[in-house]
């Protein structure tokens, strides 16, 4: 063995956490594999050992469907200015079912993965970021719902047809992801040292599928005061521009709330990171 390759062999490779803002970022880049590795992991065993298996992506949004067109269509009688009604309930949970979904998983997404947190340095953003990811692909497969759904309705005497304006769904997927991402990290670390938390985070998911107009159509609310007021839930803008993907100009946007969610959804993101990077170094010790 030559000197180059005996010292070749001897090289170490020594990780340090660097607090170095700039740095930060470049190791999110440097452990990108790690990223892909956790949300390929968590895809695998997410419904692993469960009779459905990945059909609870489905299951779950078409049981919401279901419940909020018998309340808000058939009793509250409750209409969606001209859609068929299960189609335009529909629209409004896909974007909640990723919503919940992804802001229930970040928030744990800590506490799962703690051994993990307290025997290896990376960033540890990438945790609860692969976490979102993984919610994201349970999205793509509920699609299908909507799909069937639209074939259906297609040779139905209502006659719907599918919309250009599908093609700008990812668009407000982003801003869902952004959504959820925001108050997720916030949660998350807070998680880490106040485990109540995880009784907390899934109240807020369930009264907030009622303020959301998830089984009726923010149009309800008029264009005042009230309608921009009720914006500052930054589902309402995203769950408006979903219909109008889905549905088209019968679901106009209303541009003012949308601006109000973007607005919102901005702070919460700034925020949530903000307290996740300054409570980060501890997460090891207090985990």
Not at 55 to 61: E, I, K, N, Q, T
Not at 116 to 143: E, G, N
Not at 165 to 194: D, E, Q, S, T
Request: a positive charge; glycine letters at 6%; proline letters at 5%.
């Amino acid at each position: 063995m030559n000197s180059s390759a005996a010292l070749e062999s001897k090289r170490t490779l020594v990780i340090e956490a660097d607090q170095v803002g700039r740095q930060y970022w470049l190791d999110l880049w440097r452990y990108r594999e790690l990223f892909v590795l956790l949300a390929t992991r968590d895809i695998l065993v997410r419904y692993k050992q469960t009779v459905f298996g990945v059909a609870w992506s489905v299951l779950r949004p078409l049981f919401t469907m279901v419940a909020f067109t018998l309340v808000f269509g058939f009793f509250a009688k409750m209409h969606s200015n001209g859609p068929p009604y299960p189609l335009f309930v529909l629209a409004g949970t896909l974007p909640w079912q990723f919503f919940a979904s992804a802001l229930s998983d970040c928030s744990n997404s800590l506490n799962a993965n703690a051994p993990m947190l307290s025997k290896v340095y990376f960033p540890r953003l990438i945790v609860p970021i692969s976490s979102v990811m993984v919610t994201a692909v349970d999205f793509l497969v509920s699609l299908s719902i909507f799909l069937v759904m639209a074939i259906y309705y297609h040779f139905s005497p209502t006659h719907y047809n599918m919309s250009w304006r599908v093609v700008v769904i990812p668009v407000f997927l982003i801003m869902c992801f952004l959504a959820a991402l925001g108050p997720g990290l916030w949660f998350a670390a807070l998680n880490v040292k106040y485990r109540d938390f995880r009784y907390i985070v899934p109240v807020i998911i369930q009264f907030g599928i009622y303020v959301s107009p998830v089984g009726y159509g923010s149009f309800i609310l008029g264009h005042g005061e009230w309608r921009i007021l009720a914006a500052l839930n930054p589902l309402f803008g995203i769950i408006d521009g979903f219909r109008w993907c889905i549905l088209g100009k019968s679901q106009p946007i209303f541009w003012q709330g949308m601006a109000m969610s973007l607005l919102t959804i901005t702070i919460f993101l700034i925020v949530g990171l903000s307290y996740f990077r300054k409570s980060e170094e501890r997460f090891a010790d207090v985990i």
